[in-house]
Structures are given as structure tokens and as C-alpha cells.
T-cell receptor, first 112, second 115 residues
């Protein structure tokens, strides 16, 4: 059974810092990996989707990398802003099924 | 265009009662998914529909949980004899064709509180 872990569980940084969020998964037979953002009391907003054949994806200040063989992904946020404060969730889609398996999330606080 | 919508946004019910949660997927999306998110955790898969049929219901925790999608669009998640442990945010997602490379789009969720 696929298990997804995110480290750290919580992170507080001053505005302007570059930061890295980590995601690991136990079964490397994945179809793709997705990073989401969740604001308090809200649903999930997709940030980046990386197919298993890809190594990274970029959108603005966000860059996500994927190392399928080692079961790891990182989300890099450049020049963090208070508006980046949210919970960031990593999810993988296995080759075997259509559902997403999520990590527990990283709660990010960017202080002005 | 309109995204995935869920109603109600909040539901408070007493232990033992029956509840229904509704999901309206993005128009034209054939695949629909239900997930449950407990406080401080990531969402967990419940059930996946392809069209009108449940293609995978392996995530439903027990037989008190049931979901339908009779016309291949709107879906209803039904919970019988609710328990306090059912309290969570129930998220619905839809995707265009339900293949593995298909991106899922999430609704805002229904926060269920069982007292």
C-alpha cells in the first residue's frame, strides 16, 4: 500500500526566504505526483503536476522536482511572501488506480 | 467556467442521524471522486465513479457509507447512523475522463460535525 510522508509538518520562516518542502513515497510505481495548496477552511488548489517521466515542473516562484526511483519530491518556493502561508499537500497517483494518495501536509507560515 | 461545487458547506448533525452530502462536478467530467479529510491530516480516498458506476469503492470505511451518481453527473455521499468519528471535511473532485494522467479538480468541501 502506498504511503506518502511530508516533512516538516510545520514551518515558519521570515518573508523573503527561499524554502524547500519535502515529500516521500514508498512505492515508486507512480503515474504522476501533484502538489496542492490548501488555505484554512478551503478546498485544494493544484499548484504543479509532474508526470512520472518528468523531472521537474515550474510555475512562477514554485519549482517541483521528482526523483521517482528514490521515492522523493521537493517543492521549492523562492522569495516567500506572507500570502504563501497555507498548508501544502503532496499527492501521488499510482499506476494501479485512479485515486490520489496524500501526505499529511506541511503547514507553512511566512511572517512579514 | 464553474468549478466543482459541494453542498452544504457545513453540516452539523446528531450522533445516529442520517446525512447526505452533494457534489456537482465540472460539466462534462466523467470521473468523480470522494475523499475525507480529518483535522490535521491529508485527504483519504473513499470512492471513485466512472460515469454512473462506482469503479472503486475500496476506501469506504464501512457499510454505513454509500454513494450514488445515478445520471453520471451529480453525486451524493450518504452516511447512515453517523458517529462522532465521522466528523471531517468531505471533499469531492472531478476529472475529464478518469484516466491515470487526468488532473483532478477539487471542490471546497463539506465540513461535517457529528455531536
Amino acid at each position: 500500500k502506498q504511503e506518502v510522508t511530508q516533512i516538516p509538518a510545520a514551518l515558519s520562516v521570515p518573508e523573503g526566504e527561499n524554502l524547500v518542502l519535502n515529500c516521500s513515497f514508498t512505492d515508486s510505481a507512480i503515474y504522476n505526483l501533484q502538489w496542492f495548496r490548501q488555505d484554512p477552511g478551503k478546498g485544494l488548489t493544484s499548484l504543479l503536476l509532474i508526470q512520472s517521466s518528468q523531472r521537474e515542473q515550474t510555475s512562477g516562484r514554485l519549482n517541483a522536482s521528482l526523483d521517482k526511483s528514490s521515492g522523493r519530491s521537493t517543492l521549492y518556493i523562492a522569495a516567500s511572501q506572507p500570502g504563501d502561508s497555507a498548508t501544502y499537500l503532496c499527492a501521488v497517483r499510482d499506476n494501479a488506480g485512479n485515486m490520489l494518495t496524500f501526505g499529511g501536509g506541511t503547514r507553512l507560515m511566512v511572517k512579514p | 467556467g464553474a468549478g466543482v461545487s459541494q453542498t452544504p458547506s457545513n453540516k452539523v448533525t446528531e450522533k445516529g442521524k442520517y446525512v447526505e452530502l452533494r457534489c456537482d462536478p465540472i460539466s462534462g467530467h466523467t470521473a468523480l471522486y470522494w475523499y475525507r479529510q480529518s483535522l490535521g491530516q491529508g485527504p483519504e480516498f473513499l470512492i471513485y465513479f466512472q460515469g454512473t458506476g462506482a469503479a472503486d469503492d475500496s476506501g469506504l470505511p464501512n457499510d454505513r457509507f454509500f454513494a450514488v451518481r445515478p445520471e453520471g453527473s451529480v453525486s451524493t455521499l450518504k452516511i447512515q447512523r453517523t458517529e462522532r468519528g465521522d466528523s471531517a471535511v468531505y471533499l469531492c473532485a472531478s476529472s475529464l475522463i478518469g484516466l491515470a494522467g487526468d488532473e483532478q479538480y477539487f471542490g471546497p468541501g463539506t465540513r461535517l460535525t457529528v455531536t
